[in-house]
């Protein structure tokens, strides 16, 4: 049994290495306050639970983001937003009104610089000493190094514009897609409300048969199409289609989009024309241009294999070409070995020489034969 | 040589405006006081006033517009790939690329043709009428194109 170095409770002295600040694996939270004091201020809000800005907040007309304004346009001292002009002399509330108004930029952003100008200046007395224009008050200002917004002047909004088709075919008891698009000065809102309206063919009143607000489709459930269309648009994507099922003759007609994308509201509805048929009849075209295609591709593909082809097969012919020549030669080196061993040298080297030669010159001729025939059959 | 040369550009390029007279012109059918073609229905009631209107979109129309303005590529190809071979060809060669297609227009005219002599009657009603210049034209187009791409086939590339 040796020494029991184990003690049930373990020596206090050496856990503190263990706590996590030391580890620095985690620490416990720092005590937070849940309200900020109301010296410091106040958070504005200006957005709702989805991030969408209140309609009250001033936004930028030119760009959802804000205009950037970068550091070297910014001014180098930011005037004060809320200035007192009592018991300030007339020339130093003179000069401090001329520092607020000198930047324009600053003051017309849209959330850029209100300022607040109270009280009244004393009038010719004695200056007081204190007159710098000063470092500015505790106002949500931002800081110079922030992005600042500003909005440009704009001109007047241009007319929300909606496309349509024109025309749309479509077979009796099938479905059909009526599709509809827009263009907006202004980015989509919540508040971006759809209508579709049909006239019949040789009717006079449109009637209003399909409307979309605030997120919310409502279907026709009492009229000619009760339970027959459907919403397929996404005002996101700037789409506001709707699809009518189980066509019947009596939908011919013209169908009327029209788009409200609140400020933008004043603009141009589209209207495009329902044919139902009994059978769809094929596009004008369609027909000429698959035939046309059609022979076309058919033609150079056969004209591309062919010399595909033709390539592959001279090139086989180079080849056995070559393997012949090649065989020729070999021949040739045998017959010599042969003479060779039983004749002297020099002989042999004249007969193989000779031979050479001949088989040179009818190999020649075998190429230049080859070669007309290919070019005959070009 | 240099007189067969010129005697087949000249059969070549005859064939070429054919076939492009009897496309564009309005005269496939005539009947009295109307004339129809490929495009459209030209009908002039008085005499004076011409109206025209576009002619149907019967799929086998189309089709004949189609080897119509089928035929006419071949054509025009073909006669750009006689220049062509008769620069880079080796001597005592064929023009069989030209020939091919113009063999190959003169068969797309026969088909608009015949599709036509076929099935004219199912976009027009017209109960009295007669072919047109336009017409027989494009009938004769057919063995000029004929010929003349069996002569591209047969003839060899002389200096």
Avoid at chain 1, 104 to 112: E, F, Q, T, V, W
Avoid at chain 1, 172 to 194: A, K, N, Q
Avoid at chain 1, 353 to 366: I, P
Wanted: aromatic share 10%; hydrophobic share 40%; glycine share 8%.
């Amino acid at each position: 049994m040796g020494p029991l170095f184990l003690s049930l409770a373990f020596s206090p002295q050496y856990e503190k290495a263990f706590s996590p600040k030391y580890l620095r694996n985690w620490s416990p939270a720092k005590p937070t306050k849940e309200r900020i004091p109301s010296h410091e201020g106040y958070t504005q809000i200006i957005a709702n639970d989805r991030g969408h800005l209140l309609p009250s907040v001033p936004r930028s007309k030119a760009n959802p983001w804000g205009s950037f304004m970068g550091t070297w346009q910014m001014p180098l001292r930011i005037p004060p937003a809320r200035v007192t002009l009592t018991s300030r002399t007339a020339a130093g509330a003179a000069s401090l009104t001329k520092w607020i108004q000198k930047n324009p930029d600053l003051l017309k952003a849209s959330n850029g610089l209100r300022p607040e100008i109270l009280g009244k200046a004393l009038r010719a007395l004695a200056p007081s000493p204190a007159m710098a224009p000063g470092a500015p008050s505790s106002s949500p200002s931002p800081v110079l190094a922030v992005l600042f917004f500003s909005s440009l002047v704009l001109p007047p909004a241009q007319a929300i514009v909606v496309y349509t088709d024109r025309e749309v075919h479509g077979a009796v008891g099938s479905r059909v897609t009526l599709h509809c698009s827009f263009w907006s000065s202004e980015w989509v809102s919540d508040d971006i409300s759809f209508t579709w309206r049909y006239q019949p063919e040789g009717g006079r009143d449109a009637i209003s048969i399909f409307h979309y607000a605030k997120g919310q489709p409502y279907i026709d459930e009492v009229g000619a199409f009760k339970e027959r269309i459907q919403w397929v648009g996404d005002p996101r994507w700037k789409d506001g289609s709707i699809v009518i099922h189980n066509l019947d003759y009596s939908d011919n007609g013209t169908f009327t989009c029209d788009v409200k994308n609140p400020p933008d509201i004043v603009g141009k509805t589209s209207q495009v024309t329902l044919y139902v048929f009994e059978k769809v009849p094929t596009r004008y075209g369609v027909v000429l241009g698959a035939v046309i295609g059609g022979v076309l591709g058919v033609v150079l593909l056969l004209l591309l294999l062919f010399y595909l082809v033709r390539y592959c097969w001279l090139r086989r012919q180079a080849a056995l070409q070559r393997r012949l020549s090649a065989m020729e030669k070999g021949k040739l080196h045998k017959s010599a070995k042969d003479s060779s061993k039983r004749g002297r040298q020099t002989p042999v080297l004249y007969a193989m020489l000779d031979h050479s030669r001949s088989t040179r010159a009818a190999s020649e001729k075998k190429a230049k034969g080859l070669g007309e025939s290919r070019k005959d059959k070009k | 040589m240099l007189l067969l040369l010129l005697g087949i550009i000249v059969l070549h390029v005859a064939v070429l405006v054919l076939l492009f007279v009897s496309t564009i012109v309005s005269q496939w059918l005539v009947g009295n006081g109307h004339a129809m073609d490929l495009w459209q229905n030209c009908t002039s009631p008085s005499g004076s006033v011409h109206h025209c209107s576009s002619s149907s979109a019967n799929e086998w129309l189309q089709s004949v517009q189609a080897t119509m303005i089928l035929s006419i590529i071949f054509s025009v190809l073909s006669l750009f790939l006689f220049f062509c071979q008769l620069f880079t060809l080796t001597k005592g060669g064929r023009f069989y690329i030209t020939g091919i297609f113009q063999i190959l227009a003169g068969l797309c005219v026969m088909s608009a043709a015949a599709i036509y002599t076929v099935r004219h009657t199912e976009w027009h009603l017209n109960s009295e009428y007669s072919y047109g210049f336009a017409y027989i034209l494009a009938w004769v187009a057919l063995p000029l194109a004929l010929l003349s791409g069996v002569i591209y086939v047969i003839l060899r590339k002389r200096e």
